[in-house]
């Protein structure tokens, strides 16, 4: 299969701005887009797509590259699978590859395929499973929205249908959608409403299954798999990523049906986890899109118990956090059919700060003070911090620089974070020159001089340039990923996105570079010129001493040309 030329078919049908605004919130800023990098902790963004380029780059943690780069990195995924998935999307005809050869992600994402093509499909001659949906309020656009489904009551009926579709038993056995016992195999999920959950890239990589009867478990998730760990993945987040960006803030609730019922009331912004307390693998997805999150739990004992557990979280990563306790025994679902949206939306903007939650739900006996101030220590946002410091002194009647001791006692340890590689203030003239030759190739006729590499210091930059005159490689990312590495593609992408001149004096700084170049070199010449000299002095060797005074005033007047 001709890899290169589909990633270069891939990119001629998608932007890739398109593609990372799936997964990052992007704003535009000029002629690029910024957002916050998906790949470390950030407070302000330092991430940038080049849509004239289609590349991006992270001037915090030097992440960078093009849009399989950017899949390859984000999804976890091989080369192969980025290009076979963006491929997918792009409308682009792949070979046929027999099932058995396909790497076992892939295999893994056509099973779940597969699989909410069978639920979607019973679900449809299910007169139970919708008459329960009818009852429970949920409309056909919300069926449609979530692609919700149904698990038949047979043991076998997804695993017969599988094995008809051609997967091998041996995929089966890890996918989590069935179970293989000593003498019996049977389906996971049996006699159940059926929620597909999707990747960050639209994937669906395993189930939600509802009990439609008084049984237990009333939930029941598949088992954690290759493509599926809970602590990554929000129910809902695909569906509500237009939702948050329009709202701001994230709604988050506890269960299947509160998402989905909070989107058919026009609460597009919500999500939930999955059936898991919330991570900080959770947050920092949700940072991608908005600031702020508001968790909305029932008001009894254990929404109490749950909020308490999920704002530290929210707040450590850098989001403000609000809570909002549902009156009686509401839960969202309940308390929209029975309230409507206009009374919902009126509690969401009531919704409490966490100094103000912990306060009202917890008083201000010593516990619960000693518990505000391990959360406000454990955040890293420092003006966020402040202003909830400041909130807990005016509420609490307490002075500010008291609290601020109590942080210093209880400040959390400093955990070993992944090491940021800082961006250069200032880039080195072979860094502005590979930079501008790989974002203007118009004007690589200026670089002829570059062709003497004795000019270039920087070992990498000289061995790309080499490979772009003498090697036959295109100016492209795609041409240098062929001789990179993945963290050179990274520093190359940098370049692109920030060559660090105007455009309107663009030659005059490829100008000003090469002069530059040219002038260390002249100097690094007259040096050793002036080293030899001395030697030839000392050894009183007349002939050597008369031609290398020859060449040193050749370079002396050619650096006073310069000048």
Same mark, same amino acid.
């Given at each position: 299969?001709?890899?290169?030329?589909?990633?270069?078919?891939?990119?001629?049908?998608?932007?890739?701005?398109?593609?990372?605004?799936?997964?990052? @919130?992007?704003?535009?800023?000029?002629?690029?887009?910024?957002?916050?990098?998906?790949?470390?902790?950030? *407070?302000?963004?330092?991430?940038?797509?080049?849509?004239?380029?289609?590349?991006?780059?992270?001037? #915090?943690?030097?992440? #960078?590259?093009?849009?399989?780069?950017?899949?390859?990195?984000?999804?976890?995924?091989?080369?192969?699978?980025?290009?076979?998935? $963006?491929?997918?999307?792009?409308?682009?005809?792949?070979?046929?590859?027999?099932?058995?050869? /396909?790497? &076992?992600? +892939?295999?893994?994402?056509?099973?779940?395929?597969?699989?909410?093509?069978?639920?979607?499909?019973?679900?449809?001659?299910? &007169?139970?499973?919708?008459?329960?949906?009818?009852?429970?309020?949920?409309?056909?656009?919300?069926?449609?929205?979530?692609?919700?489904?149904?698990?038949?009551?047979?043991?076998?009926? $997804?695993?017969?249908?599988?094995?008809?579709? @051609?997967?091998?038993?041996?995929?089966?056995?890890?996918?989590?959608?069935?179970?293989?016992?000593?003498?019996?195999?049977?389906?996971?999920?049996?006699?159940?409403?059926?929620?597909?959950?999707?990747?960050?890239? =639209?994937?669906?990589?395993?189930?939600?299954?509802?009990?439609?009867?008084?049984?237990?478990?009333?939930?029941?998730?598949?088992?954690?798999?290759?493509?599926?760990?809970?602590?990554?993945?929000?129910?809902?987040?695909?569906?509500?990523? &237009?939702?948050?960006?329009? !709202?701001? %803030?994230?709604?988050?609730?506890?269960?299947?049906?509160?998402?989905?019922?909070?989107?058919?009331?026009?609460?597009?912004?919500?999500?939930?986890?999955?059936?898991?307390?919330?991570?900080?693998?959770?947050?920092?997805?949700?940072?991608?899109?908005?600031?702020?999150?508001?968790?909305?739990?029932?008001?009894?004992?254990?929404?109490?118990?749950?909020?308490?557990?999920?704002?530290?979280? /929210?707040?450590?990563?850098?989001?403000?956090?609000?809570?909002?306790?549902?009156?009686?025994?509401?839960?969202?679902?309940?308390?929209?059919?029975?309230?409507?949206?206009?009374?919902?939306?009126?509690?969401?903007?009531?919704?409490?700060?966490?100094?103000?939650?912990?306060?009202?739900? #917890? =008083?201000? #006996?010593?516990?619960?003070?000693?518990?505000? %101030?391990?959360?406000?220590?454990?955040?890293?946002?420092?003006?966020?911090?402040?202003?909830?410091?400041?909130?807990?002194?005016?509420?609490?009647?307490?002075?500010?620089?008291?609290?601020?001791?109590?942080?210093?006692?209880?400040?959390?340890?400093?955990?070993?974070?992944?090491?940021?590689?800082?961006?250069?203030?200032?880039?080195?003239?072979?860094?502005?020159?590979?930079?501008? %030759?790989?974002?203007?190739?118009?004007?690589?006729?200026?670089?002829?001089?570059? *062709?003497?590499?004795?000019?270039?210091?920087?070992?990498?930059?000289?061995?790309?340039?080499?490979?772009?005159?003498? =090697?036959?490689?295109?100016?492209?990312?795609?041409?240098?990923?062929?001789?990179?590495?993945?963290? +050179?593609? !990274?520093?190359?992408? @940098?370049?692109?996105?920030?060559?660090?001149?105007?455009?309107?004096?663009?030659?005059?700084?490829?100008?000003?570079?090469?002069?530059?170049?040219?002038?260390?070199?002249?100097?690094?010449? /007259?040096?050793?010129?002036?080293?030899?000299? +001395?030697? !030839? %002095?000392?050894?009183?060797?007349?002939?050597?001493?008369?031609?290398?005074?020859?060449?040193?005033?050749?370079?002396?007047? +050619?650096?006073?040309?310069?000048?």
């Amino acid at each position: 299969m001709d890899f290169q030329g589909i990633r270069e078919e891939i990119k001629s049908r998608i932007d890739i701005v398109d593609v990372i605004s799936d997964y990052v @919130g992007l704003k535009k800023s000029g002629a690029r887009f910024k957002g916050l990098c998906p790949f470390h902790a950030e *407070k302000t963004p330092s991430f940038v797509v080049s849509p004239e380029k289609q590349v991006f780059y992270c001037f #915090g943690c030097g992440s #960078g590259g093009d849009i399989i780069t950017f899949v390859m990195k984000e999804e976890g995924i091989s080369y192969n699978e980025a290009i076979r998935k $963006l491929s997918e999307r792009a409308g682009i005809k792949l070979e046929p590859v027999h099932k058995q050869n /396909i790497q &076992e992600r +892939e295999v893994l994402l056509q099973i779940h395929k597969a699989a909410a093509a069978f639920f979607r499909g019973h679900l449809r001659k299910s &007169e139970k499973a919708l008459k329960y949906l009818h009852a429970r309020g949920i409309t056909k656009e919300s069926i449609e929205k979530f692609s919700i489904g149904a698990a038949p009551e047979g043991w076998d009926g $997804l695993l017969r249908h599988l094995r008809k579709e @051609g997967f091998q038993d041996r995929y089966l056995r890890v996918s989590g959608v069935v179970l293989f016992k000593e003498n019996n195999s049977f389906d996971f999920h049996r006699d159940r409403i059926m929620f597909p959950i999707l990747n960050s890239s =639209g994937d669906i990589v395993a189930f939600g299954g509802r009990a439609m009867d008084n049984v237990e478990p009333k939930y029941l998730n598949s088992p954690e798999t290759l493509i599926f760990q809970k602590k990554r993945i929000l129910f809902g987040l695909n569906a509500a990523k &237009e939702g948050i960006t329009g !709202a701001k %803030y994230i709604n988050i609730v506890e269960g299947y049906i509160d998402v989905v019922m909070c989107h058919q009331y026009g609460f597009t912004n919500t999500v939930a986890p999955l059936g898991t307390a919330l991570t900080d693998d959770h947050t920092k997805s949700l940072k991608r899109f908005a600031k702020e999150a508001v968790v909305i739990f029932d008001g009894d004992d254990a929404g109490i118990r749950a909020a308490k557990r999920a704002m530290p979280v /929210i707040l450590k990563s850098g989001l403000v956090a609000r809570a909002l306790l549902l009156p009686g025994k509401s839960d969202p679902d309940s308390f929209l059919r029975q309230r409507g949206a206009g009374d919902f939306k009126g509690l969401i903007a009531d919704a409490s700060s966490y100094v103000e939650f912990m306060l009202k739900t #917890g =008083g201000y #006996g010593v516990d619960n003070l000693r518990e505000i %101030y391990e959360t406000l220590a454990s955040m890293e946002d420092t003006m966020l911090r402040a202003n909830l410091v400041d909130e807990l002194s005016k509420k609490a009647k307490i002075s500010e620089s008291m609290f601020r001791e109590k942080i210093k006692e209880w400040q959390a340890k400093p955990t070993r974070s992944t090491r940021i590689v800082k961006p250069r203030v200032k880039m080195l003239d072979e860094e502005i020159l590979l930079g501008i %030759y790989l974002s203007v190739p118009a004007l690589a006729g200026m670089f002829t001089a570059l *062709k003497e590499m004795e000019l270039l210091e920087n070992e990498f930059i000289k061995r790309i340039f080499d490979a772009l005159f003498n =090697g036959g490689v295109s100016p492209t990312i795609d041409g240098l990923s062929m001789i990179c590495t993945e963290d +050179e593609i !990274a520093y190359i992408s @940098g370049l692109m996105v920030n060559p660090n001149v105007e455009k309107e004096n663009i030659e005059k700084n490829v100008e000003d570079c090469i002069k530059n170049l040219r002038k260390k070199w002249v100097d690094k010449k /007259i040096f050793e010129l002036n080293k030899k000299i +001395e030697k !030839a %002095y000392s050894a009183n060797n007349r002939e050597e001493l008369a031609l290398l005074n020859q060449e040193n005033i050749k370079y002396t007047n +050619e650096k006073r040309s310069m000048s």
